[in-house]
């Protein structure tokens, strides 16, 4: 989870490939840990791959 905001900061820096995959590696280790659910989301859109974040955000609509 420490990695998260690493992420956040590629993000921020447009350097989705980096920020997608560190958000990843954290969701594939927490996928109960939902800030880096929403920020893998927000990767996504920014890759204009909206049928992606939409499926998960519906995976995540049970959690919330």
Same mark, same amino acid.
């Given at each position: 989870?420490?990695?998260?905001p690493? @992420?956040?900061? *590629? ?6 490939? @980096?920020a997608?995959?560190?958000? *990843? @590696?954290?969701?594939?280790?927490? *996928? ?16 204009? *791959? ?15």
């Amino acid at each position: 989870m420490i990695q998260n905001p690493l @992420g956040s900061v *590629r993000l921020a820096q447009k350097r989705l490939p @980096g920020a997608e995959a560190i958000f *990843r @590696g954290i969701f594939d280790k927490a *996928r109960d840990f939902t800030p880096t659910a929403f920020n893998l989301v927000q990767v996504l859109v920014a890759e204009q *791959r909206q049928d992606e974040a939409i499926e998960m955000l519906h995976d995540l609509a049970p959690r919330a």
